[in-house]
């Protein structure tokens, strides 16, 4: 505990600093690669450079560590110093190096939309950096795995001897970052959260930019700088109306006091919670899951959906501006291997946007059949050379990968129409509302490409909000939640889509002149529509900062072991510095999901028998083998022989068996002397101790 608070800010400001120049980096090797087919966009293309050249890597490691052991520190900065130095020699041979000042100026203004966003919630996250609570656990466990291994695929720390069955590509970026620029795990996962939220502001706002990029620069910049704010901390109008109008006419006496005060996961909770029903969804916007700190798979998956969206305005354009045949194909296969990568990062999101880019190859196979053979034969190979990009990209993935048995069925209950207007029903009118102009007498605003887009784009938005109102997804969530996965999975998608798609279609009404609308009544108008969603930003800027006088401000996710768990925390230590082969398991408590059960396994990514039960149920598929587990781990704890351990033991051949706290309340008949006489006790520290079950 004996730690200064200049010491942590020092140590949090370091580790940033090593982590944003790696990100430089890789942004100006990524834009160098990409500069020539981006020249004419409002930033060079430089917002989607960095997420580009960094899956790029990634991608590459992924396959190689396939094959070798090359997801090594030392192997991973000898690799990107390579590339670096290759892509500097290549650009400058060619004469790409030199800069104007114009050029300049857009860069630095783009990389502005990165850092300021990106400080911003460093600063937050800074009061609340503790890796514990929700499923933070699983989370850094992944990572903490990824940082442990050389070689993939990466080992379910929660099951040893096999690898992760879950997409966890986000995962393995982070700790590809954290490893790239010498960042401890603690610090990466904050850095890494971030790093999503400033590339989720810094896309939003390059997408709708690009989308108007025909408006007056006014309105372009101010649309744009709209949608990087909604998709970060704005929500729907459920804060607004529950949170905020509500208690007003509670303290009038026109309303009835609620069960309860507002809280700040209520617009996530309403359908089903909100009078109280058997049908409970969940459904999610950015901005919660950046406040609860969660680095899931929906969150990690977010700038690469927004990458997708810039990539596919690029194909379009290209289409249309008749570019030549490659530099098209370029675009519409580097779409078809995001969509790909999704499948590794997010599967839900490869699944929705699968369909999409598949709706788009097909729209274009009937558009090409009315223009002859030669379009017709060209829009087949397009549509062959993408499905073919993106089976190939997912491939390495889903070799090892066992899909679980779920299926699609038709639901039996459905959402009041009242609560899904209050979720998703602002940002479909004011896309709608954009379409429409689009289509009409002013579609000059937009060019076709845009036009195009804006209405593939809110179709789909609308249709993933509607999809959990028909059929859903399998899984073992009870009754009352039998749709609330599809619907947390599709909504979080829907909220996306159409807040991008409703900026542009506000930024098109304050295009529009009209005499009997004045311009400023249509601005008063959408700055009132825009009070209600972006009113969450104030619950999501006051919930983060308001502990600041509560709590130290550091970016290390593992401080609270010193603090509260510091014999953990010595054990996690001990383990990092003495563990040794990393391939024998340990064994620990198994714990209920969301609870401190298997904390030492994910603080140092070291794998154990058994981790959350219930989420390796899910993700094998209900495989009875998770139950065994918990059960072997159980007798192990609570034997009362010798003899009577040995059998798990022989099963499994752990290395280190964990006896704390967490085992005791766990095991309360556990005879802890007899477990230290498996072995050999390695390390104590108070009433915690090691167990060496292997001594030398």
């Not at 834009?31 to 989607?48: E, F, K, N, Q, Y």
């Not at 990029?213 to 901390?233: C, P």
């Not at 140092?604 to 959350?612: E, K, M, N």
Request: with cysteine; aromatic share 14%.
């Amino acid at each position: 505990m004996g730690v200064s608070a200049l010491t942590l800010f020092g140590d949090s400001i370091l580790a940033a600093v090593a982590w944003l120049l790696t990100l430089l980096a890789l942004n100006v090797v990524g834009w160098l690669v990409i500069r020539p087919a981006t020249s004419a966009w409002h930033d060079a293309g430089w917002a989607i450079a960095r997420p580009l050249a960094l899956l790029g890597l990634a991608y590459a490691i992924w396959l190689a560590g396939q094959l070798v052991p090359v997801f090594r520190a030392d192997a991973l900065r000898l690799l990107a110093l390579l590339a670096v130095a290759a892509t500097v020699f290549i650009a400058w041979r060619r004469g790409m190096l030199a800069v104007d000042r114009a050029t300049l100026r857009r860069l630095l203004a783009a990389e502005l939309r990165f850092l300021l966003p990106f400080g911003f919630y460093a600063a937050m996250r800074g009061f609340s950096h503790d890796i514990i609570g929700l499923e933070k656990f699983m989370d850094f466990a992944f990572m903490n795995s990824a940082m442990a291994t050389a070689s993939l695929p990466v080992a379910d720390p929660w099951f040893a001897g096999e690898p992760i069955n879950y997409y966890y590509f986000g995962h393995y970026v982070a700790a590809l970052l954290s490893k790239l620029s010498g960042t401890p795990a603690g610090y990466g996962y904050n850095l890494m959260l971030a790093t999503v939220f400033g590339w989720t502001f810094q896309l939003a706002y390059a997408f709708v930019a690009e989308m108007t990029r025909h408006l007056e620069a006014g309105v372009r910049g101010a649309m744009a700088f709209v949608a990087g704010v909604w998709l970060t901390i704005g929500g729907n109008i459920h804060g607004f109306g529950y949170g905020f109008i509500k208690p007003l006419l509670v303290e009038t006496g026109l309303v009835d006091a609620p069960r309860q005060v507002f809280l700040l996961s209520d617009p996530t909770r309403f359908v089903g919670h909100d009078p109280p029903t058997g049908d409970k969804l969940i459904h999610e916007f950015p901005a919660y899951t950046f406040y609860v700190g969660d680095l899931h798979a929906h969150l990690s998956n977010l700038p690469a959906v927004l990458l997708l969206a810039c990539l596919l305005l690029a194909w379009f354009r290209a289409r249309e501006e008749a570019t030549p045949a490659a530099a098209s194909w370029g675009w519409l296969l580097v779409a078809a291997w995001l969509v790909g990568l999704f499948a590794m990062t997010n599967s839900w999101d490869g699944l929705m946007y699968g369909v999409l880019l598949g709706t788009v190859l097909l729209a274009h196979f009937a558009s090409a059949l009315r223009q002859g053979a030669q379009a017709t034969v060209a829009a087949v190979g397009d549509g062959v050379r993408a499905a073919a990009v993106t089976a190939a990209a997912a491939l390495p993935f889903i070799l090892y990968f066992h899909t679980n048995s779920a299926t699609f069925l038709p639901t039996h209950s459905h959402t009041p129409v009242w609560q899904w207007l209050i979720l998703y029903g602002l940002q479909s009118a004011l896309a709608l509302a954009g379409c429409l102009i689009a289509m009409g007498s002013h579609r000059s605003l937009l060019a076709a490409p845009e036009r195009r887009l804006l209405i593939l784009l809110t179709t789909f938005g609308i249709a993933f909000a509607l999809v959990p109102e028909f059929v859903y997804m399998t899984d073992i969530y009870g009754a009352e939640h039998y749709r609330a996965n599809t619907a947390f999975k599709f909504g979080f998608q829907a909220f996306v889509m159409l807040t991008l798609c409703a900026c542009v279609g506000m930024a098109l009404l304050l295009s529009v002149r009209s005499a009997r609308v004045p311009r400023a009544a249509v601005l008063i108008l959408l700055e009132l529509a825009l009070v209600p969603p972006l009113f969450y930003g104030w619950f999501f800027v006051q919930g983060g900062f308001s502990v600041w006088h509560q709590r130290e401000w550091t970016l290390d996710g593992q401080r609270y072991l010193a603090l509260s768990h510091p014999e953990d925390g010595a054990v996690i230590a001990w383990l990092a510095e003495h563990g040794g082969d990393r391939q024998r398991p340990l064994v620990e408590a198994v714990g209920d999901s969301y609870s401190f059960g298997a904390r030492i396994s994910s603080n140092t990514g070291r794998p154990a028998i058994l981790g959350w039960p219930v989420h390796e149920q899910l993700w094998r598929g209900s495989d009875p083998e998770v139950w065994r587990r918990r059960d072997d781990v159980k007798r192990l704890y609570e034997a009362r022989s010798v003899e009577e351990a040995k059998p798990v033991l022989a099963r499994y051949r752990p290395r280190w068996l964990i006896v704390g706290r967490y085992e005791r309340e766990r095991y309360p008949t556990m005879n802890a002397d007899l477990l230290a006489s498996l072995g050999r006790v390695a390390f104590r520290s108070g009433e915690t101790f090691i167990v060496d079950l292997d001594p030398q």
